[in-house]
């Protein structure tokens, strides 16, 4: 399995946009997608007001290129987001399997 760690940085004037974007448009999108196996909303925290994560776990790679597309190693940008992201970080591990 692979875990693939999306964070945002998001301009000071959209976080309640981006949060409600997240929320309510991401996730069940994201929900829907075959090979998910798991997608946890991470919200900001006091000392980083304007960042957020998603934590995926795909069931293979193969999986999160049909989502993501043959450049899954890149951000997917979701057409809402425009103008509200100042900044994408991606990161992919692969899962640990433990006894």
């Given at each position: 399995m692979i875990?693939?760690?999306?964070?945002?940085?998001?301009?000071?004037?959209?976080?309640?946009?981006?949060r409600a974007f997240m929320l309510d448009t991401a996730l069940p999108l994201m929900r829907q997608?075959?090979?998910?196996?798991?997608?946890?909303?991470?919200?900001?925290?006091p000392e980083t007001p304007n960042e957020f994560c998603l934590v995926m776990v795909w069931?293979?790679?193969?999986?999160?290129?049909?989502?993501?597309?043959?450049?899954?190693?890149?951000p997917h940008v979701h057409p809402d987001e425009e103008g509200i992201?100042?900044?994408?970080y991606l990161h992919h591990f692969d899962l640990a399997e433990t006894a």
């Open positions: 875990v693939r760690i999306f964070r945002a940085v998001i301009y000071d004037n959209k976080i309640d946009h981006f997608q075959p090979g998910l196996v798991s997608i946890t909303p991470c919200l900001p925290r069931e293979t790679v193969d999986a999160l290129a049909d989502f993501a597309g043959a450049d899954w190693r890149q992201v100042k900044e994408r």
